[in-house]
């Protein structure tokens, strides 16, 4: 059974710092890895779609790195934003079957002004 | 813009009560997903939709189950609402193929009293 972990749980960093949130994945044979944004109490926005095929994608300040073989997947968030403080969750779909994600835990980020 | 459209942004219903959650989308996406999530726990999957009538049992279907009797709607309904399915529900879509994203409502808090 694929299962994603995400570390760090939470991180505080002040504004204009460039940082990295990890995602990990146990089973390779992956379909695409998503990333997604959570507000509190809101539903989750896209951010990045990585298929399997693909080493990384770009959207603005965003960069999301996949290292299939290994099991990984990175989001780079360059000079950060207090307007960046949100819930930050990956997500994978597999092959075979099914195509719902199976989803981390997130990594809860605050950027402080 | 994909829109997913989910009825209620909060419901209170009491226990016993049989519960209907709505969700549309607007762009003619054959999957259509119902998640909850819970603290601790991240979002688990309820059930799938990959077809009008058809669906297929996620991870956690016990005391739901859902409708689609139209490829833009897909219904979760709650058989008789207990304490223990007070959550956050989402609603999500997606194309069938590769390099195709999933799309979330903004969710909905029912509290089961």
């Known amino acids: 059974k694929q299962e994603v972990t995400q570390i760090p749980a939470a991180l505080s960093v002040p504004e204009g710092e460039n940082l990295v949130l990890n995602c990990s994945f146990t089973d390779s044979a992956i379909y695409n890895l998503q990333w997604f944004r959570q507000d509190p109490g809101k539903g989750l926005t896209s951010l990045l779609l990585i298929q399997s095929s693909q080493r990384e994608q770009t959207s603005g300040r965003l960069n999301a790195s996949l290292d299939k073989s290994s099991g990984r997947s990175t989001l780079y968030i360059a000079a950060s934003q207090p307007g960046d403080s949100a819930t930050y969750l990956c997500?994978?779909?597999?092959?075979?079957?099914?195509?719902?994600?199976?989803f981390g835990s997130g990594t809860r980020l605050q950027v402080q002004p | 813009d994909v829109k997913v459209t989910q009825s209620s942004r909060y419901l209170v219903k009491r226990t016993g009560e049989k519960v209907f959650l709505e969700c549309v989308q607007d762009?003619?996406?054959?999957?259509m997903f119902w998640y909850r999530q819970d603290p601790g726990l991240g979002l688990r999957l309820i059930y799938f939709?990959?077809?009008?009538?058809?669906?297929e049992k996620g991870d956690i279907p016990e005391g739901y189950s859902v409708s689609r009797e139209k490829k833009e709607r897909f219904s979760l309904i709650l058989e008789s609402a207990s304490t223990n399915q007070t959550s956050m529900y989402l609603c999500a879509s997606s194309l069938v193929g590769r390099g195709t994203e999933a799309f979330f409502g903004q969710g909905t808090r029912l509290t089961v009293v």
């Open positions: 939709s990959y077809d009008v009538k058809m669906k």
């Open positions: 997500a994978v779909s597999l092959p075979a079957g099914r195509r719902a994600l199976t």
């Open positions: 762009m003619d996406h054959e999957n």
